[in-house]
Each structure stands twice: as structure tokens, then as C-alpha cells.
Nanobody, 116 residues
């Protein structure tokens, strides 16, 4: 089973930036889609954005223009660059991997806290 590990979370002030990383043990070329989700206390898990094997990206309206998804195929890593952070962005951020042809894996999450 492919390992999925998120990192890069922390405590920042509103308006600052943070970059999250998602590292997989498998090949990027075996993956159809990688996505970022987040879950705030007392709320449902929310889709943040995705990147396909071909490099196409989509982000939720709530983060569009502030968050960017990218990847480093040589390192089997996908990034979530978060800018203009708001207190409303406070959540545990999860990486989701959907394998081409079937199968899904989730990371354990990394905490992002944005203070006012």
C-alpha cells in the first residue's frame, strides 16, 4: 500500500503564507488525481483542490486565487501553497491519492492554525 504523508502545517498570523507537502511512496505516474481536503472543528471535511496526473489543477472557490497546487514528480511530492491565510482556513489538512484504475489513500493530516 502506498504511504501518504503530509507535512508543513503550523501556526501563522492572518495574511501570511504556508506551504504544505504531501509525499507518496509510490510513483506519481500510478496516480490519477491527488487532492487536498480540510476539516475544521465541528465541520464536515471540505474539498480544497486537486491536481491530475496530467498536471491540471482545480481549487475550491473559497481558496481560489489564494491557494495553488503544484508537484515535483521526481520527489513524488504534491504541494499546497497557501497565501493570504485567514482564520477561517484553520483546519486539519489532508492529502488524498486516487490511483489510476482504482484505489484511494489518505494521509493522517497536518494542522494549520491561523490567528487573527
Amino acid at each position: 500500500q502506498v504511504q501518504v504523508v503530509e507535512s508543513g502545517g503550523g501556526l501563522v498570523q492572518a495574511g501570511e503564507s504556508l506551504r504544505l507537502s504531501c509525499v507518496t511512496s509510490g510513483s506519481i505516474f500510478s496516480i490519477n488525481i491527488m487532492g487536498w481536503y480540510r476539516q475544521a472543528p465541528g465541520k464536515q471535511r471540505e474539498w480544497v483542490g486537486t491536481i491530475t496526473r496530467g498536471g491540471s489543477t482545480n481549487c475550491a472557490d473559497s481558496v481560489k486565487g489564494r491557494f495553488t497546487i503544484s508537484r515535483d514528480s521526481a520527489k513524488n511530492t504534491v504541494y499546497l501553497q497557501m497565501g493570504s491565510l485567514k482564520p477561517e482556513d484553520t483546519a486539519v489538512y489532508y492529502c488524498k491519492v486516487v490511483y489510476y484504475g482504482g484505489g484511494t489513500s489518505w494521509g493522517q493530516g497536518t494542522q494549520v492554525t491561523v490567528s487573527s
